[in-house]
């Protein structure tokens, strides 16, 4: 049976895509078939008439996944906006159902699946007859969510905001990956402290600038796996 963990982090541009490839390349350094999924991404580049999803290309690069990047997104607008309105305004509106076959697709394909959200939690992915929130993806897909926060001034705020509402939607947090981390900044020393002391949730690793590794052992990043 295969096993997943769904990445989101506490805002746009935060780090999700660069911590997510450093969690599927430690899962596949270790000899793990493991492999990647995002329901949605949007601002995708157009390179000879064919949009790139860029996200899963870097997680492919950085991981050596061979697959295809585009076969592991299933919906990918170029439009930079949220995915609700990218989807609007290129009239391709998400459906649960082309989610949920993809994403058994991965199940077979893949014995780790790391699934990337788009944006922060509170993400709309579809609004207009129907709502679908990122929310709705992650229980629908029966997943716990590993948040991806910066270290620097305004992160405990919102790391805890995210963290409630995580809960309050009723989603599990496995944890927190502190993204920029630098050992020597008080500031970065302390705001892990507050956000540990605050939302009684452990920050399982703390990424510097441009690491290429997460400092993390196997056994407790496998941990964070929930049978799907």
Same mark, same amino acid.
């Given at each position: 049976?295969s096993?997943?963990?769904?990445?989101t982090?506490?805002?746009t541009?935060?780090?999700?895509?660069?911590?997510?490839?450093l969690?599927?390349?430690?899962?596949?350094?270790?000899?793990l078939?493991?492999g990647?999924?995002?329901?949605?991404? #949007?601002g995708?580049?157009? !390179?000879?008439?064919?949009l +790139?999803?860029?996200?899963?290309?870097?997680v492919? /690069?950085?991981?050596? @996944?061979?697959?295809?990047?585009? #076969?592991l997104?299933?919906? !990918?607008?170029?439009t930079? +906006?949220?995915?609700h309105?990218?989807?609007?305004? /290129?009239k391709?509106? @998400?459906?649960?159902?082309?989610?949920?076959?993809?994403?058994?697709?991965?199940?077979?394909?893949?014995d780790?699946?790391?699934?990337e959200?788009?944006?922060g939690?509170i993400?709309p992915?579809?609004?207009d007859?129907?709502?679908?929130?990122?929310?709705?993806?992650?229980?629908?897909?029966n997943?716990?969510v590993?948040?991806?926060?910066?270290s620097?001034?305004g992160?405990?705020?919102?790391t805890?905001?995210?963290?409630?509402?995580?809960?309050?939607?009723?989603?599990?947090?496995?944890?927190i990956?502190?993204?920029?981390?630098m050992?020597?900044?008080?500031?970065?020393?302390?705001?892990?402290?507050?956000i540990?002391?605050?939302?009684?949730?452990?920050?399982?690793?703390?990424v510097?600038k441009?690491?290429?590794?997460?400092a993390i052992?196997?056994?407790?990043?496998?941990?964070?796996?929930?049978?799907i």
């Open positions: 049976m096993k997943g963990l769904f990445i982090g506490t805002g541009d935060v780090g999700k895509t660069f911590t997510t490839a969690i599927v390349k430690k899962l596949r350094e270790n000899g078939n493991a990647y999924y995002k329901a949605a991404l #949007s995708a580049e157009k !390179i000879k008439g064919k +790139v999803a860029g996200d899963a290309k870097y492919c /690069e950085v991981s050596g @996944i061979t697959d295809g990047p585009e #076969s997104v299933s919906y !990918i607008y170029e930079a +906006v949220s995915p309105l990218a989807a609007q305004i /290129e391709l509106p @998400i459906e649960m159902n082309v989610i949920d076959a993809d994403f058994e697709q991965m199940k077979t394909r893949f780790y699946v790391t699934v959200g788009s944006g939690i993400c992915l579809r609004r007859e129907q709502t679908i929130m990122l929310t709705d993806v992650i229980k629908r897909l997943l716990d590993l948040i991806v926060a910066p620097s001034l992160t405990i705020n919102s805890v905001l995210t963290i409630e509402y995580a809960k309050q939607s009723g989603i599990a947090v496995k944890g990956i502190l993204n920029g981390y050992e020597d900044n008080f500031l970065h020393v302390d705001n892990k402290f507050q540990e002391q605050l939302t009684e949730t452990p920050v399982i690793a703390c510097p441009n690491s290429n590794d997460l052992p196997l056994q407790v990043l496998t941990d964070l796996f929930k049978e």
